[in-house]
């Protein structure tokens, strides 16, 4: 009887709050086939875990996309999540894989973000995570099965958060070129902070990058310390050109932990101040533009098609 007393009582708080969506879904008996096992590696619990597909899928989208974005923007989110750990389990699983028996991980720097249903509380409170948790499922159940290919095979669906107007190709930033990961205008990106400086330390950047500053004749200028010496097609730098050393932009980003490929920089005394636009490397799906995509009335399969270029979307419960 107090159990009953408890579950009424919540169900008239999430009413009394605004979210009859979350109750009513609270309230509808659903029996979820398992399907799909996802063999993830926990890094806390340092085990690998079997999880259905669709669960690991609600885990991703809560990671890595902020749960306050429009639900079609999460539904991209989903497709491209659930297509990430499909490519890599028809393939058998990553040959090099760091951890023997698992799909893939938690760790976002390695593969995909990972949150369990206990973190996604401690990140939004215990109100919240009932009206966050219950949009993204909603998200995820409405594209079930649902993944992005391309000639009939799942892609890669890089995404990235914030591109400052225009993606990139995949080739000027990975040096490898692939058909459906061509740059493309982002015209609603709703990035509320896009421009960041950085200041690093001369020595820092020297260490970072292997190179020596100081060697270069005072004579040349402190601008031509550093040249660009090949751009992307948005006019990114893609080559550095450092005491005669040629480096990607790609791998100053990396080593100094800079927010994108799109920057700038200037010295002033000791310090080395970079100036960055976006945020990843801008291949792929760009979030902030998927939120204003959604924001302007497009759907997930028009963001999707709109940054992955001739892609079909397709369930993988078809035959």
């Not at 963001?303 to 369930?315: C, F, L, S």
Request: proline share 4%; charged share 25%; glycine share 8%.
């Amino acid at each position: 009887m107090r159990r009953i007393f408890i579950i009424t009582l919540m169900l008239a708080l999430l009413l009394a709050l605004g979210l009859p969506w979350v109750a009513q879904r609270m309230m509808e008996p659903r029996v979820r086939e398992e399907g799909t096992i996802v063999r993830l590696y926990r890094h806390e619990t340092d085990s690998v875990e079997l999880i259905s597909l669709e669960d690991y899928v609600t885990g991703v989208v809560a990671a890595e996309m902020p749960a306050v974005f429009p639900s079609e923007a999460l539904k991209a989110q989903a497709v491209a999540a659930r297509t990430y750990i499909v490519k890599r389990m028809v393939a058998g699983g990553l040959v090099n894989s760091c951890h023997e028996g698992a799909d893939t991980c938690d760790d976002p720097s390695h593969a995909q973000g990972f949150l369990t249903r206990e973190a996604m509380k401690e990140r939004w409170g215990a109100l919240k995570y009932y009206q966050y948790y219950y949009k993204i499922r909603m998200a995820v159940d409405d594209t079930e099965g649902e993944i992005i290919t391309y000639q009939g095979r799942p892609i890669d669906p890089v995404f990235h958060a914030s591109c400052g107007g225009h993606t990139e190709n995949a080739e000027d930033v990975w040096k490898f070129d692939v058909p459906y990961l061509r740059g493309v205008d982002c015209p609603y990106e709703t990035d509320p902070e896009p421009v960041r400086q950085m200041s690093i330390a001369k020595n820092q950047v020297e260490k970072a990058l292997g190179i020596d500053l100081q060697s270069v004749s005072v004579a040349a200028g402190r601008d031509q310390i550093i040249k660009v010496v090949e751009s992307t097609a948005t006019g990114r730098p893609k080559v550095l050109l450092i005491n005669d050393r040629r480096i990607s932009a790609s791998e100053v980003r990396q080593k100094l932990g800079l927010r994108s490929t799109d920057f700038s920089w200037q010295f002033k005394d000791d310090q080395v101040i970079f100036e960055t636009v976006g945020y990843g490397h801008g291949v792929g799906m760009c979030q902030y533009g998927a939120r204003g995509l959604a924001e302007h009335g497009h759907d997930y399969k028009q963001i999707i098609n709109h940054y992955y270029t001739g892609v079909q979307i397709n369930n993988i419960n078809d035959n």
